[in-house]
């Protein structure tokens, strides 16, 4: 599978944005998938996760309320709708795929991984 990340850009604070990534590949309904964040200069840190029914999501504390993560099937493609930013949400925001289909939090768990996209969020 490849996967294809967009939607990032320079908002302000409390802006939203709302990330993409394109799936190719049949298997896209089976997988479980994850965003992922790495800001400058730390190491890259969990953000959501989706299983492979869409029913079961996982979030990071810091984005509980603000992010939403969903899938649509017809367009083999997961979002990540992110509401009311903040300066701390600014990075590389990556897409990866557990083909598990379970949507887990810990990296190791993905096997594939789009380019990035990054947010810059204004204070």
């Known amino acids: 599978v490849q996967l294809q990340a967009s939607g990032g850009g320079l908002v302000q604070a409390g802006d939203s944005l709302r990330l993409s990534c394109a799936a190719s590949?049949?298997?896209?309904?089976?997988?479980?998938m994850g965003w992922f964040r790495q800001h400058p200069g730390k190491e890259r840190e969990f953000v959501a996760s989706?299983?492979?029914?869409?029913?079961?999501?996982f979030y990071v504390d810091s984005v509980k309320g603000r992010f939403t993560i969903s899938k649509d099937n017809a367009r083999a493609t997961w979002y990540l709708q992110m509401n009311s930013l903040k300066f701390e949400d600014t990075g590389v925001y990556y897409c990866a795929v557990d083909r598990r289909g379970l949507g887990s939090s810990r990296s190791d768990d993905y096997g594939a991984w789009g380019q990035g996209t990054l947010v810059t969020v204004s204070s």
């Open positions: 989706i299983g492979r029914s869409g029913g079961r999501t």
């Open positions: 590949g049949r298997a896209f309904r089976v997988y479980g």
